[in-house]
């Protein structure tokens, strides 16, 4: 069964280190997102992607926050200068094809990205 | 905006027992809601979805959950919860390009 990959599982970084979370999804997915973990917190939304361009964030993708569709296949996320407050499990999801958005989202397993 | 509401962030459930985790939805226009589950250490997998079809929707390992427009609800529920369901369960309804996720609740399953 097709799934979404994300890699590193589990990043440790110093504070200031620019990190890159790495997401490969499914592979005739269009649209594409990264949401976050705090520990102890829910699920939040940080970016959706479509067409090589960003098509919605929220007020926590900040300019410290990039994405990229570097290749045909993979997704990344980029945190130019990490702070504390960054620590979380980010999640990549992909979804839709040329027939539509569809209605379901599938998630990666996540990277837990410490920053110390 | 549309956004869900979960209550009680640890529930506790005798193996055997029914299930139900409860989910309150606010949105302005007919919504798509899901149920989400994350076992420790894994990602988030779909339970179940509810896109304007029929309003009570079955999904995986057992677990269904009914649309009621005039309660604004998508309470999740199982007949006999299982130890394997011990994790945690998060409601979210989809808002444009987004999904908004409620705070989830955690399944712990006594033996």
């Known amino acids: 069964e097709p799934e979404v990959t994300q890699t590193p599982s589990h990043q440790v970084t110093q504070m200031g280190q620019e990190v890159i979370l790495r997401c490969v999804p499914i592979s005739n997915h269009l649209y594409f997102y990264w949401y976050r973990q705090i520990l102890g917190q829910k699920v939040e939304f940080l970016v959706s992607?479509?067409?090589?361009?960003?098509?919605?964030k929220s007020e926590i993708f900040d300019d410290q926050f990039s994405v990229e569709r570097p290749d045909g296949s993979n997704f990344t996320l980029k945190i130019r200068s990490t702070k504390l407050e960054d620590s979380a499990m980010y999640f990549c999801?992909?979804?839709?094809?040329?027939?539509?958005?569809?209605?379901?989202?599938?998630f990666g397993q996540g990277t837990r990205l410490t920053v110390v | 905006a549309q956004s869900v509401t979960q209550l009680g962030s640890h529930v506790s459930v005798s193996e055997g027992a029914l299930v139900l985790l409860r989910c309150n939805y606010s949105?302005?226009?007919?919504?798509?809601l899901f149920w989400y589950v994350q076992y420790p250490n894994q990602g988030l997998q779909l339970l179940l979805k509810?896109?304007?079809?029929?309003?009570l929707v079955k999904g995986i390992n057992g677990f269904e959950a009914e649309f009621k427009k005039s309660e604004t609800s998508f309470h999740l529920t199982k007949p006999s919860a299982h130890m394997s369901d011990a994790a945690e369960y998060f409601c979210a309804v989809r808002r444009n390009n987004r999904l908004a996720f409620g705070k989830g609740n955690q399944v712990v399953v006594i033996p």
């Open positions: 509810y896109t304007s079809a029929a309003t």
């Open positions: 949105s302005s226009v007919p919504p798509y």
């Open positions: 999801a992909s979804e839709g094809d040329s027939r539509g958005k569809g209605t379901e989202a599938f």
């Open positions: 992607f479509y067409n090589n361009e960003i098509s919605e």
